[in-house]
């Protein structure tokens, strides 16, 4: 995706999903072309199968043309909402049972290109970002990796026990407070500002 | 209430956003969502806060058919896409490929095709031309998944007949043809239309039968087949599609 405008591509999407509330298919057919290549790299991500990425990225974009009205322009930025749109399409995708049959035959195939501690990646960065990874590296970094295999690729707790080769219950406690140790951390940012 | 506790709110909607919370819980948990405010607004500030991590996750660019399969769903008039039952009738599979990109062509490509089936007074014609219908009552531009027009094909009645104008030069391997289906607008169901086998303009009369699946048709699409019979169903990959545009209204028969 290309920040088009150096005056807010922020607004330019909130102001596409506005239109598209109102049924407008050209504001739809822009905001497509502006978000899809970086909302199908979240979902293919999560999903690393190009076509159960496509299906979730088509799912997603249904959503979106449905409920561009449930998107309250004074909360934060519309990409959040829509990254939060494919996350919980990508999510659903990946956990219903005839997906999941599949996946045998695919667990040799991890996609390194998108692994959470491939440095290339981390390319784009934002300074939200730099904030919130400077807060997870507050963490242990059995803790850190356990929140990141399971935001970035949906992994359940049990799958990263089984990975960390720790018990469930402790990779549980560990995600659970480490996420509420993020966001002391994240208000401690705000309060300084 | 037990979700009235704020830790556990907080925990469940951490635990929602960062996709550790799965299966019947994170059902739960969104069936909760929709009548709690408090809940959604838990949750949408974990939102603010983790989604920043996708910030660096790589751009890639999908295939040209999610965004065909997107804009047939959303589309006025199409909100009941045939639901996916099997491969073939999967996801976008029969979807055209280029919905918008058929219609622009068709403005373009319509007028040549009447042109072109238009009934000319060739001298060898011996018996006195029958008042013939020449504006045709559908056409499909069926293009490749690079949305390069391929084929127009175009029906009319009085009496019933299709025209098929390749827009380049097809030429199948031997014994094979460019067999054109017929899907279904409801159902998705797929019928065999005719078959193409070179790049040479085909008028062909057309029974009830074919009349109909062109009629019910919402898209047709192509398929390379053995020449002859064509088999029950698609044996290959679609190659060519569009979507079979009615151009008398609803209501025409």
């Known amino acids: 995706m290309t920040a088009s405008t150096a005056a807010g591509p922020s607004d330019r999407l909130g102001e596409l999903l506005s239109r598209c509330s109102l049924g407008d298919q050209a504001a739809f057919a822009q905001l497509y072309e502006a978000t899809s290549a970086k909302l199908f790299g979240v979902a293919l991500r999560i999903l690393r199968r190009e076509a159960w990425a496509e299906e979730a990225l088509q799912e997603a974009f249904v959503k979106i043309w449905r409920h561009a009205g449930s998107y309250n322009p004074g909360r934060g930025r519309p990409m959040t909402w829509m990254i939060n749109v494919v996350r919980n399409q990508s999510l659903d995708l990946l956990r219903r049972a005839d997906y999941r049959v599949a996946e045998d035959e695919w667990s040799a195939e991890s996609d390194r290109r998108t692994s959470p501690d491939n440095p290339a990646a981390q390319a784009e960065t934002s300074q939200e970002m730099q904030r919130v990874l400077g807060c997870l590296g507050n963490l242990g970094e059995e803790q850190r990796d356990c929140i990141l295999l399971s935001y970035h690729q949906g992994m359940t707790p049990s799958e990263i026990a089984a990975q960390v080769e720790r018990p469930v219950g402790t990779v549980k406690t560990w995600i659970r407070r480490g996420l509420i140790k993020v966001r002391e951390c994240l208000d401690q940012w705000a309060t300084d500002l | ?253």
């Open chain 2, 1 to 253: 209430m037990r979700y009235d506790d704020p830790q556990l709110q907080e925990a469940l909607a951490s635990a929602y956003v960062a996709g550790a919370l799965q299966g019947p819980a994170r059902r739960r948990f969104e069936a909760l969502m929709r009548s709690r405010p408090d809940l959604r607004r838990r949750v949408e500030a974990w939102e603010d806060r983790l989604t920043p991590l996708s910030d660096a996750t790589p751009a890639v660019r999908p295939p040209a058919r999610v965004w065909h399969a997107i804009q047939q769903r959303v589309a006025p008039e199409r909100t009941s896409a045939p639901q996916a039952a099997g491969f073939w009738n999967s996801l976008a599979f029969w979807r055209p490929f280029g919905a918008v990109a058929a219609v622009l062509a068709l403005l373009v490509t319509a007028y040549s095709g009447y042109q072109a089936t238009r009934p000319t007074p060739e001298p060898q014609v011996a018996e006195a031309p029958a008042p013939q219908q020449v504006l045709p009552s559908y056409v499909a531009v069926l293009e490749d998944e690079a949305n390069q027009p391929v084929m127009v094909v175009t029906a009319f009645k009085g009496p019933w007949r299709v025209t098929v104008e390749p827009l380049r030069d097809l030429s199948p391997y031997a014994g094979k043809a460019f067999q054109v289906w017929a899907v279904e607008r409801d159902s998705g169901t797929v019928r065999p239309l005719l078959q193409v086998s070179s790049g040479e303009v085909l008028r062909l009369p057309l029974g009830e039968a074919g009349w109909d699946a062109i009629k019910t048709s919402e898209s047709l699409a192509v398929t390379l087949e053995e020449a002859g019979t064509p088999p029950a169903a698609p044996t290959g990959p679609v190659l060519f599609s569009g979507l079979c545009l009615n151009l008398k209204g609803p209501t025409d028969t």
